[in-house]
């Protein structure tokens, strides 16, 4: 069963009714442009083809009652008494809140939530509820849909409701999506540029079937070290110093912060050379960038895994890889590689296979597809 299937039986199952709607947000891949999007620089990732589905129907008063059929959870809330609390229901809570926030008159519904998302791998799991949630409150409510407004309130109800700090690339993405493309975002602008991906290529997601553990505490100190090191350098943010000063003007800078700051400065110029080559249609070039954005977010920016190491030492060296990276914030989840079609069988089966045999961890290896941003599909 589709997951979309699957939230429309779940609703007539709980509610006794057809859904009055479907709506949907999909999760991410970073192709590249890792941990820039904080320092107002680029970043350039698609949407993929695994999303969080709402099932809902309006209600005429101003309750949200939801039940999860991942976590067989159910739980509401009322839209005028807001409250804290702990677990998933914030994630709709936070948005319930932000668009609140931003001066949206919301109404209640009722509904049924599921994604194959996988949560923690690094693929965006969150955005895709708070943009699916944002979704569900458009389908019961009178609001225009603005993709770029409904990212940046996701992104507050992360940032200020459950209290984690992300850029914006992940909610971004999730609501402006294009099949077939991925978005190269300008992090300081927001504005977004479609590229195709190349021809007769893959995008081959390699999930370590690890967590990240620590990742908030060490996410933090990373946005911490680049302001300290965008400020020493007088600049704005990061995404203003070109390599060539940072070469000569680091005097005083610590060795440490002075490698999180190559990093974020060679990543976005890695990022904009990777859609240059996208739109010349270059997979060879783009595969290079990949390699090179993995060993600066091993080596300077330190936030890969030995799991995210074994699995992109893996995959580089086999045959038809293009090139290979962790994706998302780090320390645990997802590698991407990019891969010649002809080769994804066999790719899939070695890399499994040479994973497995380095670190006996077991991995799930998948073909994602570029999709489109967060959608309403009338139930039919
Ligand atoms: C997480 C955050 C994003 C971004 C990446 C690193 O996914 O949510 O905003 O900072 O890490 O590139």
């Known amino acids: 069963m589709t997951p979309e299937e699957t939230v429309r039986e779940g609703f007539v199952a709980r509610f006794g009714t057809e859904p009055r709607a479907l709506v949907r947000a999909p999760g991410r891949v970073n192709l590249i442009g890792e941990h820039t999007d904080y320092n107002g620089g680029f970043v350039l990732p698609m949407a993929i083809d695994r999303s969080t589905w709402i099932a809902l129907r309006p209600r005429d008063d101003l309750r949200v009652i939801v039940h999860t059929l991942d976590l067989e959870a159910s739980g509401e809330f009322v839209l005028e008494h807001l409250e804290r609390g702990e677990g998933w229901l914030e994630y709709l809570k936070g948005v319930a809140w932000a668009l609140q926030e931003a001066g949206l008159e919301v109404g209640g519904w009722e509904g049924v ?175 290079q960038l990949m390699n090179e954005s993995h060993e600066s977010l091993k080596s300077d920016f330190e936030v890969s895994s030995d799991a995210l190491d074994a699995m992109v030492a893996c995959a580089q060296t086999l045959p038809g890889c293009l090139g290979a990276r962790m994706t998302g914030a780090g320390f645990g989840g997802a590698a991407i590689a990019l891969v010649k079609d002809e080769k994804v069988e066999e790719f899939t089966r070695s890399v499994e296979r040479c994973y497995r045999a380095s670190t006996r961890n077991e991995p799930e290896i998948y073909l994602c597809r570029a999709s489109e941003g967060a959608s309403k599909a009338s139930p039919s």
């Open 113 to 287: 939530v599921s994604s194959n998302v996988p949560i923690a791998a690094g693929l965006s799991s969150s955005a895709a509820l708070e943009l699916a949630t944002a979704r569900a409150f458009h389908a019961a409510s009178d609001f225009a849909w603005n993709p770029v407004e409904m990212a940046l309130v996701g992104q507050r109800a992360e940032n200020r409701w459950v209290g984690v700090s992300t850029g914006i690339m992940d909610q971004l993405v999730s609501a402006t999506g294009r099949a077939g493309h991925a978005v190269l975002i300008d992090c300081r602008s927001l504005e977004l540029d479609a590229v195709s991906l190349p021809t007769g290529t893959a995008i081959v997601v390699l999930d370590t079937g690890t967590r990240r553990g620590l990742v908030d505490s060490a996410y933090n100190e990373r946005r911490e070290q680049c302001k300290a090191a965008a400020h020493h350098l007088g600049a704005d943010a990061l995404r203003d110093v070109d390599p060539e000063r940072l070469a000569t003007d680091f005097k005083g800078l610590d060795s440490t912060t002075l490698l999180r700051a190559r990093h974020v400065v060679t990543e976005n110029a890695r990022t904009l050379a990777a859609a240059e080559a996208m739109r010349r249609d270059d997979a060879p070039a783009l595969g």
